[in-house]
């Protein structure tokens, strides 16, 4: 499964960039999150509950980034498990470009998912990846224009 969507962000590059390396804004953003621990500056870990049509589980994973590209860019990969529930395992391409107004995020996400999830069919899967990828953003664009990091 694929995703990619872009939003303008109300704040400078950096303060964008810096957020979404604040594992702290990143917990409060992301859906179901509730516990996002940083072990290295590339490194981490997650717990997050799912609810996918009538399955709903608790994932633990990790993430791992890549920020050679930093700050117009950065690649992440990681999965999750799931219990009986199954399992996640993805990667996405995020940019960053300066325009009028702000920031302009885009990603490029590709994902694999196993287990109970995957035969709940590609459309509910999409649909809801969709939806807690626009929550994410929503979310983490009102945290960043309201109150900018560093």
Same mark, same amino acid.
């Given at each position: 499964?694929?995703?990619? #969507? &872009?939003? %303008?962000? @109300? ?8 957020? $979404? @390396? ?13 516990? =996002? ?5 590339? &490194? $981490? &870990? ?17 993430? %791992?980034? #890549? ?6 860019g950065f690649s992440l990969?990681?999965? +999750? ?6 399992? *996640?395992?993805?990667?996405? #391409?995020? !940019? $960053?470009?300066?325009?009028? +107004?702000? %920031?302009?995020?885009?990603? @490029?996400?590709?994902? #694999?998912?196993? +287990?109970?999830? *995957?035969? =709940?069919?590609? /459309?509910?899967? /999409?649909? !809801? ?8 953003? %929503?979310?983490? *664009?009102?945290?960043?224009? &309201?109150?900018?990091?560093?």
């Amino acid at each position: 499964m694929e995703l990619s #969507d &872009e939003i %303008t962000i @109300n704040a400078p590059k950096s303060t964008v960039y810096a957020a $979404l @390396n604040d594992p702290e804004v990143l917990r409060r953003c992301i859906p179901g999150c509730e516990e =996002l621990i940083q072990h290295s500056p590339t &490194e $981490l &870990e997650a717990k997050v509950v799912l609810k996918i049509g009538p399955v709903k589980a608790r994932f633990a994973g990790t993430v %791992t980034l #890549d920020t050679a590209g930093a700050p117009d860019g950065f690649s992440l990969m990681g999965e +999750g498990k799931g219990g009986a529930a199954g399992f *996640a395992k993805g990667g996405a #391409d995020v !940019t $960053l470009t300066d325009v009028e +107004g702000g %920031t302009r995020l885009a990603y @490029n996400a590709k994902a #694999d998912v196993g +287990g109970k999830i *995957a035969q =709940l069919g590609s /459309r509910l899967i /999409r649909g !809801t990846a969709a939806k807690l990828s626009g929550k994410f953003f %929503t979310a983490f *664009a009102a945290e960043v224009s &309201e109150s900018p990091v560093g």
